[in-house]
């Protein structure tokens, strides 16, 4: 089992989504659970590649790669998970905030919320605070996460809580935020409930947030 | 005789009027009259009458009214109509919004800003001004509310100019009401005020005539934050005296105390609230006062209220006990077992026995007693058979719950319809309280003391103490009770706004040393002000609240009279904002003062520009309203948002107290 985890983590690195594909079928059939796989198998592939990506050894190129590589094989473990009895946990809204194009973290961030057991709605990117407020009255969210990674729209995560102030309904969802430029202090100065700096991170913060 | 100044507070039950002299800081007269709710003048009238004031003998003149939240809940408001422009009906809708609104009559209007103050599509004034047209028959004034107006209030004044063009009405602005973010209670604290217009000035104009003789100098309002406003001010916003008894009543017991800074604890018959004070400034609640059950945006003292006082219930805890008490003590108010022995003499007899019998937990329903208040005095007043079967039971004398539930024949306290007849006052219990307790040690025994007495024999015997220890652990877990909701109330989060956790080892081992089984950690806790008590039973319970947070407990002369005294020595202020924020999604800041609008690229130089602007500014509205303009102006920034709101507070006069 560990070599075939070991194979799954350097298709993830290399980008084979083929192999990704059959590996996580072997492991499935061999009794593994997807969990076990997400945690073992994929995570430290794509742990790997982010600490490659921020040393600048790795680039965006093959940053996305490797993301296509870890989605396709989340698409195999995605039924398993849904007829497993993991309830579900919450709904998430998120989405990247307006006048920023950026989705690499963002997406990570969703395909973990969903190995976790959440059910997401992505807005996608260059998203204007309306539409944020929309998705809140459509979708009935327990959270919303925004993402930023330009300092220069990092307000837009404040406009969007300002939106959700002045509409009365503030306290009618937990609101956390992230990307390379935010910090816990930002956070906390526009009035988010949370912040988390990684993928993995945002999971733990997404369940804490639920349960308080 | 130093500086006299005249205070009036129209409570709940009593209108009072103090005549303070301020230098020599003592109450020179003091009177009451009964408060006539239905004209809140005349009871001011006479209360004032009888103080026996001179002409022009005070320096200035104070009231602290409840008028507004009488009119909003006696219904006595007039009809307004109101304006949301921008706001989105589907989410009121879906959100259950729709209640927190207040008018006779709203509509929807497209327009308004977005987050960065830019004007939405669709505003059309016309609309408004015809809409406003066809309301007017059926209405008395109007208000308008915009989304975001505290960011720009351009749509807000145009729509308002409109309205005035078409009826000569009084139009209230969101954005005049208040700068905090929230439609919700913008719109509901400019259309409440708009409701008051006409009653607070024929209120204003009757209360004038009866004091400006008896003042040389300014007639002041309290406001629900504990300052004063001029009454041509109160009369423009009389939405702002909302919730000024208790602002009033914590800087009076403060004040009456000798001091400026204090934590004030008023402990009544039913609850005790606790309100901290800090150089003569009650502190402010960061939400809005709630008047009528309608939430809005008028700044109020925080005041945090305990189920817990003279007249509480004293239950033993049993295996349920939280915080590991003995007893329980309230929420529920209920007659002294010392005043029901003094009227049922059949009770006084039962007390002495049950007293003298050995007793086993389930036992301690023996100490509660049921008994008949009246029966419905009007037809009006229906009640089902049985309700009416328990009438009955209770007709001939009150019975404890045994004995009650074997009259009706039902095997529990659940099964017996009690709650409307006790709500409706039918009904009552009775049981035992602090009250009783202070009758057992002698300290105040106004009724029967062997009744007290021979309860304290039977909770002695259900808890295995000897009885003369009763009293002392009821007082003792009364007060850490009191304790602990202190805790509650000025526990930090770790932003240093208020709400923190107040509960687990540290503190409850500071409250009760050695309860927490931490030795060799020793927690200790100490309020670094002085408890100030007020209230009925304030002084018989909070002596031991100071002694466990290692503070003095003041007991202040004539705290009767707090509210009255703290309006009179309540500060005038003038208070404006301003607010800088992201001039849009790219960058940018925008400072708003007042009707300008300014555009700057740095924050640095948008703060700075801001508070400048902003002092001057909050000079100028202070002449305008009648208070003198000179004095230091105290600026203070508040994250908001993606911006910041630049409050600027000028104090005008010097009605405060010194420190003996």
């Not at chain 2, 439609?183 to 008051?196: G, K, Y």
């Not at chain 2, 020793?522 to 309020?527: D, I, K, Q, W």
Request: glycine share 10%; net charge negative; proline share 7%.
């Amino acid at each position: 089992m560990l070599e075939l985890m070991r194979k799954l983590s350097q298709a993830v690195i290399s980008g084979e989504v083929e192999t990704a594909a059959q590996l996580t079928e072997q492991l499935l059939a061999q009794g593994a659970s997807p969990q076990e796989i997400i945690d073992n198998g994929l995570l430290p592939g794509m742990d790997y590649v982010g600490a490659q990506f921020r040393k600048g050894e790795m680039f965006i190129p093959e940053v996305l790669l490797s993301a296509r590589t870890m989605q396709t094989a989340m698409d195999v473990l995605k039924p398993r998970l849904v007829t497993g009895n993991v309830p579900c946990q919450g709904t998430v809204v998120i989405g990247t905030v307006q006048g920023d194009l950026h989705d690499i973290g963002k997406n990570l961030v969703r395909m973990m919320l969903e190995a976790a057991g959440f059910s997401v709605i992505d807005l996608g990117i260059d998203v204007p605070a309306e539409k944020f407020l929309e998705a809140v009255k459509t979708h009935r969210p327990h959270i919303l996460g925004l993402s930023a990674l330009l300092t220069t729209t990092m307000r837009n995560m404040a406009a969007v809580i300002d939106t959700l102030r002045e509409a009365g309904i503030r306290q009618a969802v937990k609101v956390m935020v992230g990307g390379a430029p935010v910090t816990a202090e930002f956070a906390r100065s526009i009035g988010a409930d949370g912040y988390a700096p990684n993928a993995v991170a945002a999971v733990d913060l997404a369940r804490s947030l639920i349960a308080s | 005789m130093g500086r006299l100044v005249l205070g009036i507070d129209t409570g709940g039950t009593f209108t009072d009027a103090v005549l303070l002299d301020l230098e020599n800081h003592r109450v020179v007269r003091s009177t009451k009259a009964l408060t006539t709710h239905d004209d809140l003048a005349r009871g001011i009238a006479s209360a004032v009458a009888r103080l026996g004031v001179h002409p022009g003998q005070a320096e200035a003149a104070v009231i602290s009214t409840t008028l507004a939240t009488n009119a909003v809940v006696e219904r006595l408001t007039r009809p307004v109509a109101l304006a949301l422009i921008g706001y989105d009906p589907e989410l009121l809708d879906q959100f259950e919004l729709n209640r927190h609104i207040f008018a006779t009559v709203a509509a929807h209007f497209l327009g308004g800003h977005d987050a960065y103050g830019r004007p939405r599509p669709g505003f059309n004034p016309g609309e408004i001004a015809a809409w406003a047209k066809r309301c007017w028959p059926d209405v008395e004034a109007f208000a308008v509310s915009a989304y975001f107006s505290p960011l720009n209030s351009r749509c807000e004044k145009e729509a308002a100019e409109a309205i005035r063009r078409q009826v000569p009405a009084p139009v209230v602005l969101g954005s005049e009401m208040s700068t905090s973010l929230g439609a919700i209670t913008r719109a509901t604290t400019a259309s409440l005020n708009a409701s008051l217009l006409p009653i607070a000035l024929q209120f204003m104009e009757a209360v004038s005539r009866v004091i400006s003789p008896l003042a040389r100098g300014a007639l002041l309002c309290c406001r629900g934050d504990g300052t004063l406003m001029r009454f041509p001010t109160a009369v423009a916003r009389p939405i702002e005296t909302v919730a000024s008894g208790p602002a009033a009543s914590a800087v009076g017991a403060t004040f009456l105390a000798g001091r400026t800074t204090a934590l004030v604890v008023d402990a009544g018959g039913t609850s005790s609230d606790i309100a901290l004070v800090v150089d003569g400034s009650p502190r402010i609640s960061q939400q809005g006062a709630e008047v009528g059950g309608y939430p809005t945006a008028v700044p109020a003292v925080a005041v945090r209220t305990l189920g817990l006082g003279g007249d509480s219930r004293v239950q033993l805890a049993g295996p349920a006990a939280s915080a590991g008490e003995p007893l329980l003590i309230g929420p529920e108010r209920v007659t002294p077992l010392a005043k029901l022995a003094s009227e049922h003499q059949t009770v006084a007899a039962q007390l002495h026995a049950i007293g003298r019998r050995p007793l086993a937990p389930e036992d301690a329903v023996l100490l509660d007693y049921w008994y008949l208040v009246r029966y419905p005095q009007s037809e009006t007043e229906t009640l089902t058979a049985p309700e009416r079967e328990l009438l009955d039971a209770l007709a001939a004398g009150p019975l404890n719950l045994p004995a009650l539930l074997e009259r009706l024949g039902v095997p529990h306290l659940r099964l017996v319809p009690w709650q409307r007849l006790v709500r409706r006052g039918m009904v009552a219990r009775a049981g035992f309280t602090p009250t009783d307790a202070m009758h057992a040690t002698g300290e105040y025994e106004p009724w029967d003391r062997e009744a007290s007495l021979n309860a304290c024999r039977a909770l002695g015997s259900l808890l295995g103490r000897p009885p003369d220890e009763v009293p002392r652990l009821v007082f003792e877990v009364a007060a850490r009770t009191l304790a602990r909701a202190i805790v509650g109330y000025l526990a930090p989060r770790p932003d240093g706004t208020p709400g923190g956790p107040a509960s687990g080892w540290m503190v409850e081992g500071a409250l009760r040393p050695g309860s927490a089984n931490s030795w060799p950690l020793v927690p200790h806790l100490r309020l670094d002000v002085p408890i100030v008590a007020v209230g009925g039973a304030g002084p018989v319970l909070l002596s031991r609240v100071a002694e466990i947070l290692h503070t003095e407990c003041l007991v202040p002369p004539h705290h009767e009279v707090a509210s009255a005294v703290g309006a009179a020595v309540a500060k005038p202020v003038a208070r404006s904002e301003a607010r800088v924020y992201p001039a849009g999604p790219t960058g940018g800041f925008l400072v708003s003062v007042d009707e300008t609008h300014s555009t700057f690229y740095d924050e640095e130089t948008a703060l700075a520009h801001a508070r400048d602007a902003l002092a001057r500014h909050v000079r100028d509205l202070a002449l305008r309203e009648g208070l003198p303009a000179s004095g230091d102006v105290r600026l203070s920034l508040f994250p908001e948002g993606g911006g910041y709101r630049v409050v600027a507070v000028l104090e005008a006069g010097q009605q405060t107290a010194e420190v003996v």
